[in-house]
């Protein structure tokens, strides 16, 4: 039997190489007859990056960037297609994993240090930059990047807005005369691994601001000033950064980026699968493995197992996917792409010691997934 191994990173535990190395673990000490072949995936969240880099055998560039709350910062990024493309983790620079929990802000968290690693790579000549923003701690509409590359945003008096994204509810004008000439030149492709809109009750600063510690007077704040970007940016270009598919992602970076940069936002697991050649993997295969931390609705709307089980259900490969959390009930839009849909948790316990446990469940589950497979005649 040929399966082929495709998971996401399981959040806050095992990055996805790690969660297909398990598998594999449990496969074989199983009694299933098999050849097994690894094929980790991103969607554009936290780790994309380097699964890109390592998949390219991209090299990586190290340089100095500022953190969400503007310390200094030892960040990288790497160099593929003979150093013509740069694929820059947003993580690595903007994180939430960079901040202490007592110091999540989105008020004040800013993406400046991601907009350094686009200037870096810009030095280093690329043509084409490849950003994935999963995993931020920012809700700035893309202003800290944009700030970086010489875009400024001015109250009322023409002075430069100092606090970001706090202060965006005064803003009044952008300048871009001074914006670095070489980014207009860089084709820039936003991978993204959500659907959101910017503004509203399924926007950036509702959905994702309190994930990366916004409290609720905080997130009445965070839209407030996303929606006086939205109105500025109307008002001088004519585009509506609050109408685009996707601009909602990484608290709204997908959105800034795309109206003042022309970044091209992209379905993150589409992207990866596309630029890997991941139906080449598919070639053959009689069952595909994928997975993540969470494998519910939300699942459908542009994550990873998504992704890979639409590919392997158009070749009409059977699909199982295994998650730390399932949902309780029977879902017919998650069976239409995951045959088998298996919880890797056995017995109940906190999340802390559930994550502490994934790859011993991943690798249990995995050899009584391969021991039931071997009954097949």
């Not at 000490?29 to 097994?36: A, G």
């Not at 509409?141 to 002075?159: E, P, S, T, Y």
């Amino acid at each position: 039997m040929r399966i082929l191994i495709a998971p996401n990173a399981f959040k806050n535990s095992l990055e996805a190489a790690d969660v297909a190395s398990a598998i594999k673990e449990g496969l074989g000490r199983s009694s299933l007859q098999c050849e097994l072949q690894c094929f980790p995936v991103g969607d554009g969240g936290d780790g994309t990056g380097k699964l890109l880099i390592d998949h390219f055998g991209g090299d990586i560039v190290h340089c100095k960037v500022k953190d969400p709350l503007g310390r200094e910062l030892s960040s990288s990024f790497g160099l593929i297609d003979k150093s013509k493309t740069a694929v820059i983790e947003m993580a690595n620079a903007s994180g939430l994993r960079l901040l202490r929990r007592d110091e999540l802000n989105p008020l004040h968290a800013s993406s400046f240090g991601t907009g350094q690693l686009m200037l870096a790579a810009l030095d280093k000549g690329v043509s084409k930059i490849i950003l994935c923003i999963g995993g931020s701690a920012t809700v700035d509409g893309g202003v800290g990047i944009l700030q970086a590359l010489g875009f400024q945003f001015l109250d009322k008096n023409r002075q430069s807005i100092r606090t970001m994204p706090k202060e965006l509810v005064d803003l009044a004008s952008i300048d871009a005369s001074a914006v670095d000439k070489r980014i207009k030149h860089c084709e820039c492709v936003v991978l993204c691994d959500v659907e959101n809109y910017l503004l509203g009750n399924q926007g950036a600063a509702a959905v994702f601001g309190p994930q990366k510690g916004a409290n609720a007077e905080d997130v009445k704040q965070l839209e407030a000033a996303l929606a006086r970007l939205r109105d500025v940016i109307l008002e001088q270009t004519g585009e509506d950064m609050g109408a685009i598919k996707r601009g909602g992602a990484a608290g709204g970076i997908a959105a800034g980026l795309a109206v003042l940069l022309g970044g091209r936002l992209v379905s993150g697991i589409d992207y990866f699968l596309s630029i890997t050649n991941f139906d080449r993997a598919l070639a053959d295969v009689d069952a595909v493995i994928t997975g993540e931390g969470s494998v519910d609705q939300q699942t459908l709307e542009g994550k990873a197992p998504y992704g890979v089980a639409r590919r392997a259900k158009e070749k009409g490969i059977p699909v199982i996917a295994l998650a730390g959390k399932v949902p309780k009930e029977i879902s017919t839009p998650l069976n239409k792409y995951f045959d088998v849909l298996v919880s890797i948790n056995n017995e109940p316990m906190s999340l802390s010691a559930a994550l502490a446990s994934t790859k011993e469940n991943l690798v249990r589950t995995a050899m009584l997934l391969g021991d039931l497979l071997s009954l097949k005649k």
